[in-house]
T-cell receptor, first 115, second 112 residues
């Protein structure tokens, strides 16, 4: 089965530093998402992206966050100045064009630790 | 407020036994309900997706039910295996194409 690939699997950074989390969605998918999961808590929606623009974002996704699709394959999440509370597992997800209730495929996540 | 509540929080069963996990939601309007399996340190994997008009859906040993009137769903696992040990997450989408609303999950441990 095709997979969503995320790199790196683990990222450790100092508070205030910028980080970029990378994702390669499934090749024919057109809708892209970032979710995060703080340890022991539920998965939370951050942002959705379609046709080269943000289609929906949560209140977590403030101006410290940005997303980009720099080429035809990568989808990135940038955190401009990390805070301790940004420590979490970040999941990228994608789905194909079609009915909005189609299956969403998740990557294995990037564990971000902010020190 | 749109919420998804799951019970029990955790469950331990013997290999080969069946179990049922519960989900209650207050999400409105309602588009669909999904069950995901999440292994430790991995991303969620979709098991079933049900829309308003569907009240049961199976995927191998997993069978999900949905009662849209009472806003309840269950996931039944038959003849459990050690590899079923994971977190099972109930997820609701309130309008087609919008963000998914996740429950906290039920942690299932299957022992031999």
């Amino acid at each position: 089965e095709p997979e969503v690939t995320q790199t790196p699997s683990h990222q450790v950074t100092q508070m205030g530093q910028e980080v970029i989390l990378r994702c390669v969605p499934i090749s024919n998918h057109l809708y892209f998402y970032w979710y995060r999961q703080i340890l022991g808590q539920k998965v939370e929606f951050l942002v959705s992206f379609y046709n080269n623009e943000i289609s929906e974002k949560s209140e977590i996704f403030d101006d410290q966050f940005s997303v980009e699709r720099p080429d035809g394959s990568n989808f990135t999440l940038k955190i401009r100045s990390t805070k301790l509370e940004d420590s979490a597992m970040y999941f990228c997800a994608s789905r194909s064009q079609g009915a909005p209730n189609e299956k969403l495929f998740f990557g294995s996540g990037t564990q971000l630790s902010v020190l | 407020k749109n919420q998804v509540e799951q019970s029990p929080q955790s469950l331990i069963i013997l290999e080969g036994k069946n179990c049922t996990l519960q989900c209650n939601y207050t999400v409105s309007p309602f588009s669909n309900l999904r069950w995901y399996k999440q292994d430790t340190g991995r991303g969620p994997v979709s098991l079933t997706i049900m829309t308003f008009s569907e009240n049961t859906k199976s995927n191998g040993r997993y069978t999900a039910t949905l009662d849209a009137d009472t806003k309840q769903s269950s996931l039944h696992i038959t003849a459990s295996q050690l590899s079923d040990s994971a977190s099972y997450i109930c997820v609701v989408q309130n309008q087609a194409g919008t963000a998914l609303i996740f429950g906290k999950g039920t942690t299932l441990s299957v022992s031999s």
